[in-house]
């Protein structure tokens, strides 16, 4: 569905194309991810918030102003020996989708040691967004914000994590919805859940339960609700957060959102993974629901990532659907008026390398649509068209 809106987007533009005045130059970052840093003090658990960013030097590929992504780890993982992992750069994977989308990566700590594993606060009984992580985290969303350095566009400004990362992922998007235009939610309770019932839905604990939840959170803000997009995704081999949180994280966003929904068709994604679209009143995708066929209870970071601690990098990549998702859906951000395609033929590798394609295992895939090129090495050829930021399809432009 997604490739038939870019195209009629596309046919409707072509007729009256026009060259549109170069967008402001935006500073290029090191392209490499930061020393640590320390951030806003945590008065709630002691200690401050620290971790790292990544600032690429790539231009970015929506309204000419950056994307922010603030990625949280599960129970026991670390922002530098799991979302990033050293000097390998191999983590969760941001890297590559950073470098393709022109966007900025935040990886914090948890600070404090919450329920003897250091943890992210999101089953505290005090849901307010003035105190412990939601009040250090949104402390540090505003800091890149309004840092004219980073050119942050704040209807760009997205929130992912694993395990208690995508509880509080959650809670995050419920607090703040006004601030957070996407939220990924990888293996993650709902609100209202305690931490002694991750394993199993608490009798009578219902999607709507968890949606009256995020609304209270939201208190003034719900209104935003509008415009946010929401991504579940987990394991059929998870046996430590119950699977059956995945559906209901979705069905209680759907219902915070409003209005009628309608299931689309289950769509295969490379390497197991299988993803079922939800679709508003007005057509446009506002919900994702992916099952990884076989993983367990880990981030699925794909081919690019680790494969330890809590990290799947054997099937799907789930930072390049999420960037994908949220750039090819978001609400917040006018669509131009206008898109001039580009085509370019070259090899696979050459794709890849360029931003055109990504790899997964040995094959190469089209940014954005997903659609196969075949191998991924400096011997095949595919033509590829650039028909919207950041969505390629194999063949000339339409």
Not at 202 to 215: E, K, L, M, Q, S
């Amino acid at each position: 569905m997604a490739s038939i809106l870019h195209r009629a987007a596309l046919a409707a533009c072509i007729a009256f194309l026009a060259a549109s005045p170069a967008s402001a130059q935006v500073q290029a970052g090191p392209g490499a991810w930061s020393e640590r840093q320390t951030w806003a003090a945590d008065t709630t658990y002691g200690d401050a918030l620290t971790g790292y960013f990544y600032w690429p030097a790539t231009a970015p590929q929506l309204a000419g102003k950056r994307a922010l992504v603030r990625v949280l780890p599960g129970c026991g993982q670390s922002a530098a020996g799991d979302v990033i992992d050293g000097a390998a750069d191999a983590g969760f994977n941001w890297k590559a989708v950073a470098d393709r989308y022109g966007a900025v990566i935040l990886a914090p700590n948890a600070t404090g040691n919450m329920y003897g594993a250091h943890c992210w606060d999101w089953a505290t009984a005090d849901r307010s967004r003035n105190v412990g992580h939601s009040a250090v985290l949104l402390d540090l969303v505003g800091r890149f914000i309004s840092d004219p350095r980073y050119a942050i566009d704040p209807r760009q400004v997205y929130v992912a994590g694993l395990s208690s990362g995508g509880a509080k992922t959650m809670v995050l998007g419920c607090q703040a919805p006004e601030l957070f235009a996407g939220v990924g939610i990888n293996a993650g309770p709902p609100p209202g859940v305690a931490t002694s019932q991750i394993g199993w839905v608490p009798p009578g604990f219902t999607a709507t339960r968890a949606a009256d939840n995020c609304r209270t959170m939201a208190g003034a803000n719900a209104s935003h609700f509008a415009s946010q997009l929401a991504s579940v995704i987990w394991g059929t081999s998870d046996f430590l957060v119950a699977q059956a949180y995945g559906p209901l994280d979705a069905a209680a966003m759907r219902q915070v959102y409003g209005g009628a929904f309608t299931r689309g068709a289950t769509m295969n994604l490379p390497n197991g993974g299988s993803n079922v679209p939800w679709f508003d009143a007005k057509g446009k995708t506002r919900t994702s629901e992916i099952t990884v066929s076989g993983m367990g209870h880990a981030w699925p970071a794909g081919a690019g990532g680790q494969n330890g601690n809590f990290v799947d990098a054997a099937r799907v990549d789930y930072p390049a659907f999420l960037m994908d998702f949220w750039f090819t859906n978001n609400l917040r951000v006018a669509p131009a008026a206008c898109f001039a395609c580009a085509a370019a033929t070259t090899t696979n590798a050459a794709h890849v390398q360029a931003g055109r394609a990504y790899a997964s295992g040995r094959y190469a895939f089209a940014t954005g649509s997903h659609l196969v090129l075949g191998l991924n090495d400096a011997f095949h050829t595919s033509t590829l068209a650039h028909i919207a930021a950041g969505y390629h399809i194999v063949g000339n432009c339409p």
